[in-house]
């Protein structure tokens, strides 16, 4: 199989937490990162987008009362304090990176240009997209989506910390079965817990590969990036 030329990344908020659900876990994050660099030597582009709930979850708060936009808008900031501790994480192993914010806040980051995206990714720096896609009711997943197609990546890859899709939780049922490959009608129908149903259609519209793996695997970022087949592919 080729290798992708354009990827986008998408990282939970947990998946910086580590063990525990809440925080920034310095070890972790610089594992991602040793695992991103060892990824990018091929030479691929990658845009991240990442997540707040390892800071704050928006949906929880909603369900305790909170308005939901408020609580939204209180999540995707969490988003970008997970995007500059990645930056800094990258950047220290001396990775190119941009932060890209959805909501202007002109004084911590760039505001988020999409044709400037581009040519950040086409001279190989790497794009952190933050405040998912700067609107109350949509997930980072959805924002994922978004800029997949916006900056027109050839996959999304989407982090998780199981091995990609199952037939029933690997978690509490040790016979379920891996899906190696779904289409986007199955994950639909069968209302597996990939991403969202808004993110999954605007992938399947635009016919967007989403290949979900095991980020606590270390290598796992890299076998991806060069078109191993691990993980589950929803096309
Ligand atoms: P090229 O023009 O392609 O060389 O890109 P560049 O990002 O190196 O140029 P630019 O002069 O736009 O940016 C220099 C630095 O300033 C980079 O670290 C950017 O992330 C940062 N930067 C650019 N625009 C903004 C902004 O609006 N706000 C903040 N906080 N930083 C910015």
Redesign the pocket.
Known sequence: MKPYKRILLKLSGEALAGDASQGINAKVIQQIASDLEEGLESGVQMGIVIGGGNIFRGVAASAQGMDRASSDYMGMLATVINALALQDALEKKGL?????TAIG???????YIRR?AI??LE?G?VVIFAAGTGNPYFTTDTAASLRAMEINADVIMKATKVDGIFDKDPKIHPDAKLYKELSYMDVLSKGLKVMDSTAISLCMDNKLPIITFNLTESGNIAKVIRGEKIGTIVK
């Open positions: 190119a990176t941009r932060v890209q806040m002109a004084e911590i980051a760039e505001p400037k040519r950040h001279k720096r």
